[in-house]
Antibody, heavy 125, light 110 residues
Framework: QVQLVQSGGGVVQPGTSLRLSCAAS????????IHWVRQAPGKGLEWVAV????????FYADSVKGRFTIFRDNSKNTVYVQMDSLRAEDTAEYYC??????????????????WGQGTMVTVSS | QSVLTQPPSASGTPGQTVTISCSGS????????VFWFRHLPGSAPQLLFY???RRPSGVPDRFSGSKSGTSASLAINGLRSEDEADYYC???????????FGGGTKLTVL
């Protein structure tokens, strides 16, 4: 079954850290870029970060740059986002999704057709 | 303040055609494909269309998108009650080196 399964959400205090995981199954994970997207309560969707299929390039939203780190372990078919120095405004439902498929030196456009189920992160004292 | 600008709300009656706009700039919409998503609270977003002409399998052809200059639009033909949702445009921004989303449009089927 083609799926992304997320884990790692929870309630944490401001200034602390949390790591989210996004584990893939049923497709060639190591050929796909992976995005993280979030939605704060009552707000719209916000893109968070993306990591290339081989982990070679990573891009971040300004709102998380310097605090969040995206990385992957292709041997475990898993992408992670390490969230440090968490703030109340990081409270959101977080989703992972597939991006470009890359093979033989060429990549498709971003696909966004496989999504994780979402995981809630609450930052509160 | 979102980089991409969408109207906060839109509405229509069943059977009508509704169009949702998305305005950007030369560093995003003007030079990139625009992606359109539907999102219902509590579930993952769903890609509807993007302006390379791709509609994922399972998405009805009632949904279509277009782009002109630095603006894009999503058209929903034959509106149905189940189309009530939040709709978002998104694309890569060359100046920011980041993906950007519009603020979202809440569609109401009257």
């Amino acid at each position: 079954q083609v799926q992304l399964v997320q884990s790692g959400g929870g309630v944490v205090q401001p200034g602390t850290s949390l790591r989210l995981s996004c584990a893939a199954s049923g497709f060639s994970f190591s050929s796909y870029d992976i995005h993280w997207v979030r939605q704060a309560p009552g707000k719209g969707l916000e893109w968070v970060a993306v990591i290339k299929y081989d982990g070679g390039h990573k891009f971040y939203a300004d709102s998380v740059k310097g605090r969040f780190t995206i990385f992957r372990d292709n041997s475990k078919n898993t992408v992670y986002v390490q969230m440090d120095s968490l703030r109340a405004e990081d409270t959101a439902e977080y989703y992972c999704a597939n991006g470009q498929y890359c093979s033989g030196g060429t990549c498709t456009d971003d696909l966004f057709d496989i999504w994780g189920q979402g995981t809630m992160v609450t930052v509160s004292s | 303040q979102s980089v991409l600008t969408q109207p906060p709300s839109a509405s229509g009656t069943p059977g009508q055609t509704v169009t949702i706009s998305c305005s950007g700039s030369s560093s995003n919409i003007g030079s990139r494909y625009v992606f359109w998503f539907r999102h219902l609270p509590g579930s993952a977003p769903q890609l509807l269309f993007y302006t390379n002409g791709r509609r994922p399998s399972g998405v009805p052809d009632r949904f279509s998108g277009s782009k002109s200059g630095t603006s894009a639009s999503l058209a929903i033909n034959g509106l149905r009650s189940e189309d009530e949702a939040d709709y978002y445009c998104a694309t890569w921004d060359d100046s920011l080196s980041a993906w950007v989303f519009g603020g979202g449009t809440k569609l109401t089927v009257l």
